[in-house]
């Protein structure tokens, strides 16, 4: 009974009142009262995470969620946010799900001593608005921790006309707020998650595009979509392929006065729907028609229309964006969770924490909870990522047989063959285990299922897929397989000559000029005349011929040398 006594006595001077509210949850005056000791960070965070096993362990999710996102938030702070003001500090601790929401949506791409500089300017400037609209400055602070690249919203129209810098953080905030506090938002900002602000927040429209919006465009959502076809199209521009933006400045009014072609009227589009407080992207996708883009925008929380501007008699590819958390492409899987709003469901949610404990066993050796919690995850809802590919590290950990390792990746691929590149992604994962233990066909045949499935609706993977199976060939230097093998990919691409060309021969005629393996890249060109049929002076047989010349050309200099 004394030991008990004495720990409850150490426990209760190093953390005032810690072991009394922790059954009752998180609120404000635990907050208060926890910071208001001063205490260590180091050691708290510690001292959540053994609550957070606990509870777990209990099977009481919500407190264990609450204890460990306490311990990652202190661990955080003691590394990078130091200078998080004391009232911040409490108002997340005091509200455990916007720090759930904040401790979920963190990348490890994020820049978090600027997340945590940017989220302590907003609550020195404005503590009761951010108390207010929490997930409105996490995402301007997870958003504007970097900078946008100089591709970013499209590619198409120079620094000179576009600057891309986001503004001051803090004014950019304030700036919400008085939009919000004066009706001028289409939604309800403050039941947007940060997952939907992001892409309302990612903006270059400045003042003047704010104030000429505002007086001289009648914006509802039920019109949004109309912004696009707005914008008129400049035909002579396509005409004479110049399609880089060259007029007299990219301010939005210009666009709408002078026209564009589709990369100008998707920027018009989504910036008109920001400005008015509707989160909004732009996509772009490359088909066997040519280049194209066009928009998405949020109808309300958790409905999204992604077709603004797609042509739906083109074959275009599905579309990319830009993810401004990280600035680099969005998965289809991030897109669609969008879409489907799966991320607001509370079998998501707890898949998330199960995952979220997974990692914390895995990184502490303990293996067999890890793999439990990983498996729980999973069980709830299958479609997050992070959860699988923890589940696959565990099982190579813990020296599952290879058999069992292929059948979790098999079981995988089936959670995700609703979402493309992920699918892609574990595929390729599978067939490099099957081609390093010898299994070449199986991994052929799991190679070929692929090519087949999305040939027609995202020939870029499928392409991508025909290209690895060929390298693989002129890797085992069997030039007759690779010939075989090149007809008859070819032959599933013929409705897209000009991409395949573009996706598959060139790269694979490329590969074949650096190695020593062969020295007849021209059959390659032969097979694919062949194959493609190309008209008699069609663009497709005019860049045959093209590369049939370079090649000519590349071996007459190597023979000479």
């Not at 949850?25 to 001063?38: I, Q, T, V, W």
């Not at 396509?238 to 072609?261: C, F, H, M, P």
């Not at 010898?438 to 070929?448: F, I, W």
């Amino acid at each position: 009974m004394s030991r008990f006594i004495l720990f409850i006595f150490s426990f209760f001077i190093a953390a005032p009142l810690f072991g009394q509210k922790q059954k009752t949850g998180f609120d404000a005056a635990f907050a208060k009262e926890f910071f208001g000791g001063n205490p260590n960070l180091k050691e708290s965070s510690d001292r959540f995470l053994k609550e957070a096993f606990d509870a777990y362990s209990a099977s009481d999710l919500d407190f264990a969620s609450q204890n460990l996102c306490a311990s990652k938030f202190l661990g955080i702070i003691d590394e990078y946010g130091k200078g998080l003001p004391q009232g911040a500090r409490e108002y997340f601790f005091a509200n455990p799900s916007v720090l759930e929401e904040f401790i979920f949506i963190l990348s490890p791409k994020d820049n978090l001593k600027n997340v945590f500089k940017i989220l302590s300017d907003i609550w020195a400037a404005d503590a009761e608005n951010f108390a207010k609209y929490p997930r409105l400055a996490i995402a301007i602070a997870i958003v504007f921790d970097t900078q946008p690249f100089l591709n970013w919203p499209h590619a198409q129209v120079s620094e000179e006309f576009l600057k891309r810098e986001l503004p001051n953080p803090v004014e950019s905030f304030k700036m919400w707020v008085a939009q919000r506090a004066k009706g001028r938002l289409l939604l309800q900002t403050e039941r947007l998650s940060v997952e939907e602000l992001k892409y309302m927040v990612a903006s270059l429209a400045t003042d003047e595009d704010r104030e000429w919006v505002r007086r001289s465009v009648s914006v509802n959502i039920s019109n949004i979509e109309k912004l696009y076809a707005s914008v008129p199209y400049d035909y002579a521009r396509l005409k004479a392929q110049a399609y880089n933006w060259s007029g007299e400045d990219y301010r939005l009014k210009t666009i709408k006065a002078v026209g564009g072609i589709c990369t100008d009227q998707s920027y018009y589009m989504t910036e008109v729907a920001k400005i008015c407080g509707v989160p909004a992207f732009i996509f772009s996708g490359a088909g066997a028609d040519g280049f194209h883009a066009w928009g998405a925008y949020m109808l309300k929380p958790g409905v999204w229309n992604f077709d603004v501007g797609r042509y739906e008699e083109s074959r275009f590819v599905t579309g990319h964006t830009i993810d401004p958390q990280t600035w680099e492409h969005a998965s289809d899987h991030s897109l669609e969770s969008l879409r489907e709003s799966f991320r607001r469901n509370g079998k998501y949610r707890a898949n998330q924490i199960h995952t979220m404990f997974a990692g914390e066993f895995a990184s502490k050796d303990m293996t067999a909870k890890a793999e439990a919690a990983a498996k729980a995850a999973i069980l709830q809802d299958s479609r997050n990522i992070d959860s699988w590919m923890l589940l696959l590290r565990i099982a190579e950990d813990a020296g599952k047989s290879e058999s069992q390792i292929c059948a979790l990746y098999e079981n995988a691929i089936k959670a995700f063959s609703r979402y493309p590149d992920i699918d892609a992604h574990l595929r390729t994962l599978l067939i490099k285990r099957y081609r390093d233990a010898g299994k070449d066909a199986l991994a052929e045949k799991l190679s070929g299922s692929m090519i087949v499935k999305t040939k027609s609706s995202r020939p870029d993977i499928a392409m991508s897929f025909a290209r690895a199976e060929l390298e693989s060939d002129i890797a085992s230097g069997n030039a007759d397989k690779l010939y075989s093998s090149y007809k008859r990919l070819l032959s599933g691409f013929r409705r897209d000559g000009a991409m395949c060309f573009k996706g598959i021969t060139i790269p694979i005629i490329n590969r074949l000029l650096a190695v020593d393996n062969f020295k007849d890249p021209e059959q390659i060109i032969k097979i694919t005349r062949q194959v493609l049929k190309p008209a008699k002076n069609s663009t497709l047989d005019a860049n045959i011929s093209a590369v049939e010349s370079q090649v000519a050309q590349i071996k007459a200099s190597n023979s000479e040398e």
